[in-house]
C-alpha cells in the first residue's frame, strides 16, 4: 500500500513572516549575548567599518526586511477597515437548533 499524501506548498507572504522572525529573533539574540560578554550594546559606526563595502548591501537588505514588515502590517491595517463587518443578528430571530 502506498500512502499517496500531497504536501502544499507554504504561501510565499507565509515564508516571509517566518523570515522577519527568525531575522528579528537572531538579532535579539545576537545582540543580548553581545551584552553579556562586554557590558555594552553593539557600536553600529564599529560594526559598519568592519563590513567594509559590503556595508551598503546589508542595510539595503535590512531596509527591504523593514518595508515588507511595514507594507504587510499596513495592508493588513487598511484591509481591515475596507472590508465591512457582518452585522449580528438580532436573537430574536434566531431558532434554537435541534
Known amino acids: ?3 499517496d499524501i500531497e504536501g502544499q506548498d507554504w504561501a510565499v507572504s507565509t515564508m516571509c513572516w517566518y523570515a522577519v522572525f527568525i531575522w528579528f529573533g537572531a538579532s535579539l539574540f545576537s545582540q543580548s549575548l553581545y551584552m553579556a560578554f ?3 550594546p553593539y557600536d553600529a559606526n564599529i560594526l559598519l567599518n568592519s563590513v567594509g563595502p559590503f556595508a551598503w548591501i546589508l542595510i539595503g537588505i535590512e531596509l527591504f526586511v523593514w518595508g515588507f514588515l ?3 502590517l499596513g495592508g493588513k491595517l487598511v484591509n481591515r477597515f475596507n472590508v465591512p463587518t457582518q452585522e449580528i443578528p438580532s436573537q430574536d430571530n434566531v431558532l434554537p437548533q435541534a
Do not use: D, I, P, R
Open 1 to 3: 500500500m502506498s500512502n
Open 38 to 40: 562586554n557590558g555594552t
Open 70 to 72: 511595514a507594507l504587510a
